[in-house]
T-cell receptor, first 119, second 111 residues
């Protein structure tokens, strides 16, 4: 399977605990995005990486959230001191953007998501 | 920031009928207009997209039309089938950056 994969698919945790999610993008995709989706809503942008550089962070990404992409391949999203309001589906997407800016537009391919439930 | 609205929020059709979902956006800099389909328990799947220099694009039973002057684009599904039942999202963007998703349209196709 050459699609975007995410692990775990489901996570149940107690309020105050730390959790970490992993995303493996499509091989050779240089951009990796994290989105959050709550029930009945569309995905909301959190942050994105171009290779290992984190280029943009949403205001939704409080200081309890941190994301890394250390080698420009897989990425992790950590939430510290989880709150009930963090319960959501966390989606990862990847895309290939040409360095010259003249190649394909930003076709983002999504993984299956990690559903987080904070009790 | 970008404001994206989808209409209708729910749509119910009989199998074989057509379905149309409209998306309006506010950012005149948007130049990439995709539609995603999301089935229960899965991530969104890109089904069709259009660039700002094109007015219409068709792929079998699915088409997207763009009116950049009026800042809206629409998804057209013809000859609907039960497997088309899902939530559909528009996500206009600046081409190389983040996507701003609408709230979604729940489509139900009844046999």
């Amino acid at each position: 399977d050459t699609g975007v994969s995410q692990d775990p698919r489901h996570k149940i945790t107690k309020r105050g605990q730390n959790v970490t999610f992993r995303c493996d993008p499509i091989s050779e995709h240089n951009r990796l995005y994290w989105y959050r989706q709550t029930l009945g809503q569309g995905p909301e942008f959190l942050t994105y990486f171009q290779n290992e550089a984190q280029l943009e962070k949403s205001r939704l990404l409080s200081d309890r959230f941190s994301a890394e992409r250390p080698k420009g391949s897989f990425s992790t999203l950590e939430i510290q001191r989880t709150e009930q309001g963090d319960s959501a589906m966390y989606l990862c997407a990847s895309s290939l953007v040409g360095l010259a800016g003249g190649s394909s537009y930003n076709e983002q391919f999504f993984g299956p998501g990690t559903r987080l439930t904070v009790l | 920031g970008e404001n994206v609205e989808q209409h209708p929020s729910t749509l119910s059709v009989q199998e074989g009928d057509s379905a149309v979902i409209k998306c309006t956006y506010s950012d005149s800099a948007s130049n990439y207009f995709p539609w995603y389909k999301q089935e229960l328990g899965k991530g969104p799947q890109l089904i069709i997209d259009i660039r700002s220099n094109v007015g219409e694009k068709k792929d079998q039973r699915i088409a997207v039309t763009l009116n950049k002057t009026a800042k809206h684009f629409s998804l057209h599904i013809t000859e609907t089938q039960p497997e088309d039942s899902a939530v559909y999202f528009c996500a206009p963007g600046g081409g190389y950056n983040k996507l701003i998703f609408g709230a979604g349209t729940r489509l139900a196709v009844h046999p």
